[in-house]
């Protein structure tokens, strides 16, 4: 029998606990070696997920490292910034990789990954989860099945969902492109990735439109204060007011920033909230992530599509128009009419479709999870040069999606991929 892939990962925070945690499950597979992270609490975390009396524990990426090859695959699960040095450290160490989304922030780099990998002939799985998901994977298994016919158009939706948005875009860790990346990088790479991965051909041209209009110092209300612990005098009725992190926003929001949020007290947290960037008032941080965008894309054979981003609905939706019917589906669908995926055939009956995460939990983004670590011990494993279902000979194609549409909205111009990438792919 093939031996358990040992794991090791570079970043112990939040995504790292849920693949550990899930390839836990699977010893039969995996074992979980070693983790680094400059916050000793999280490693710990890992270590106690992991079960075993020889795990190591590192204090940075560069001392795990130093080590050596001491593990199959390295999980890079550090801040986006990070992935580009961390993975290429791993990749000349001789690991294989399962590497959190974006690749890279800047398209030199993911195009630079995609080098590095190829040179030194080991696999890269990226972690788009939706191509995981069961309502992703019932999707394409329609496409495929011919009952659309030829494919013509693809819209798809993402509302990111406003405390999201405010969490993660406006106080969080990519609320400043320079210092994170693009919004349509940083969340809707997922969004490039699957409507690539469904159409299944490469983007030829893209235009896109989108800005930062509403979590700006204007819109704050009258006598609003630069933190929402300092006495806000609408802070009863704001939505985003950061004291919520106490009551109903505690979960699962400020356990991704707070490693203590499961013990403290409300005292402690609002403590913590008087000097953490989540404290903020939502109107005077200084964000400039989109909180709007627009994508309008052309697909090779002249498939059209477009994607919305919007900080202000909730969830995925999308609709899909062939020569023999429309395939559309989605978080709406599912709340409101008890069914994931509809097929309108333009002649026939329609047929709806249920579907239901392998672990029985979630069937869309975080149901995800669990198909990519189950998918990962056959994809790890797979004969040399096969190509792996989220590995880099098309995920590159999905992130040089979303840095064209942010050249497109920059330059308000339509991007030629083909020439845009000669043209990245030559810089220096």
């Given at each position: 029998?093939?031996?358990?892939?040992?794991?090791?990962?570079?970043?112990?925070?939040?995504?790292?606990?849920?693949?550990?945690?899930?390839?836990?499950?699977?010893?039969?597979?995996?074992?979980?070696?070693?983790?680094?992270?400059?916050?000793?609490?999280?490693?710990?975390?890992?270590?106690?997920?992991?079960?075993?009396?020889?795990?190591?524990?590192?204090?940075?990426?560069?001392?795990?490292?130093?080590?050596?090859?001491?593990?199959d695959v390295m999980i890079?699960?550090?801040?986006?910034?990070?992935?580009?040095?961390?993975?290429?450290?791993?990749?000349?160490?001789?690991?294989?990789?399962?590497?959190?989304?974006?690749?890279?922030?800047?398209?030199?780099?993911?195009?630079?990954?995609?080098?590095?990998?190829?040179?030194?002939?080991?696999?890269?799985?990226?972690?788009?989860?939706?191509?995981?998901?069961?309502?992703?994977?019932?999707?394409?298994?329609?496409?495929?099945?011919?009952?659309?016919?030829?494919?013509?158009?693809?819209?798809?939706?993402?509302?990111?969902?406003?405390?999201?948005?405010?969490?993660?875009?406006?106080?969080?860790?990519?609320?400043?492109?320079?210092?994170?990346?693009?919004?349509?990088?940083?969340?809707?790479?997922?969004?490039?990735?699957?409507?690539?991965?469904?159409?299944?051909?490469?983007?030829?041209?893209?235009?896109?439109?989108?800005?930062?209009?509403?979590?700006?110092?204007?819109?704050?209300?009258?006598?609003?204060?630069?933190?929402?612990?300092?006495?806000?005098?609408?802070?009863?009725?704001?939505?985003?007011?950061?004291?919520?992190?106490?009551?109903?926003?505690?979960?699962?929001?400020?356990?991704?920033?707070?490693?203590?949020?499961?013990?403290?007290?409300?005292?402690?947290?609002?403590?913590?909230?008087?000097?953490?960037?989540?404290?903020?008032?939502?109107?005077?941080?200084?964000?400039?992530?989109?909180?709007?965008?627009?994508?309008?894309?052309?697909?090779?054979?002249?498939?059209?599509?477009?994607?919305?981003?919007?900080?202000?609905?909730?969830?995925?939706?999308?609709?899909?128009?062939?020569?023999?019917?429309?395939?559309?589906?989605?978080?709406?669908?599912?709340?409101?009419?008890?069914?994931?995926l509809i097929l309108l055939?333009?002649?026939?009956?329609?047929?709806?479709?249920?579907?239901?995460?392998?672990?029985?939990?979630?069937?869309?983004?975080?149901?995800?999870?669990?198909?990519?670590?189950?998918?990962?011990?056959?994809?790890?494993?797979?004969?040399?040069?096969?190509?792996?279902?989220?590995?880099?000979?098309?995920?590159?194609?999905?992130?040089?999606?979303?840095?064209?549409?942010?050249?497109?909205?920059?330059?308000?111009?339509?991007?030629?991929?083909?020439?845009?990438?000669?043209?990245?792919?030559?810089?220096?």
């Open positions: 029998m093939p031996h358990a892939l040992r794991l090791a990962c570079i970043g112990c925070g939040a995504r790292a606990q849920t693949y550990t945690a899930l390839a836990a499950r699977k010893s039969d597979r995996f074992q979980i070696v070693a983790g680094a992270d400059p916050v000793a609490e999280r490693v710990e975390k890992i270590r106690r997920i992991s079960g075993r009396p020889d795990f190591q524990g590192f204090d940075s990426a560069e001392s795990l490292l130093a080590a050596g090859k001491i593990a890079v699960a550090t801040q986006d910034n990070f992935h580009f040095k961390h993975c290429q450290g791993a990749l000349r160490l001789g690991y294989d990789v399962l590497l959190e989304k974006p690749i890279s922030t800047t398209a030199e780099q993911v195009l630079e990954i995609e080098r590095l990998a190829t040179q030194a002939n080991r696999r890269v799985m990226v972690c788009f989860v939706l191509r995981f998901a069961a309502f992703y994977r019932k999707a394409k298994e329609i496409i495929q099945s011919g009952a659309l016919g030829e494919i013509v158009s693809i819209q798809a939706n993402e509302g990111v969902n406003p405390w999201h948005q405010a969490h993660s875009f406006v106080r969080g860790h990519w609320s400043v492109a320079g210092r994170s990346s693009p919004m349509i990088l940083s969340k809707c790479c997922h969004d490039t990735d699957i409507v690539h991965w469904l159409v299944g051909r490469r983007c030829v041209r893209i235009a896109s439109f989108g800005s930062l209009e509403f979590f700006r110092p204007e819109r704050a209300p009258v006598g609003a204060p630069l933190r929402c612990t300092d006495g806000c005098p609408v802070g009863d009725t704001c939505p985003y007011n950061a004291l919520r992190y106490t009551t109903d926003m505690r979960f699962p929001w400020l356990a991704m920033v707070y490693d203590r949020a499961q013990a403290a007290s409300v005292d402690e947290i609002t403590a913590w909230l008087r000097t953490s960037p989540w404290g903020r008032c939502v109107y005077r941080c200084d964000n400039d992530a989109a909180d709007r965008q627009v994508l309008a894309m052309e697909f090779e054979g002249g498939v059209t599509g477009t994607f919305t981003m919007t900080a202000f609905a909730t969830g995925r939706h999308i609709e899909i128009c062939g020569t023999r019917g429309v395939l559309k589906g989605g978080e709406s669908y599912r709340q409101h009419f008890g069914t994931h055939p333009h002649e026939g009956e329609p047929v709806r479709y249920t579907v239901q995460a392998e672990d029985g939990g979630y069937e869309l983004h975080c149901g995800g999870d669990t198909g990519l670590v189950n998918a990962l011990y056959d994809e790890m494993t797979k004969p040399p040069g096969a190509p792996l279902e989220a590995g880099l000979d098309s995920t590159v194609h999905s992130h040089l999606i979303a840095f064209a549409a942010e050249e497109a909205r920059l330059t308000r111009r339509t991007v030629n991929l083909a020439e845009w990438q000669q043209t990245t792919g030559n810089r220096p």
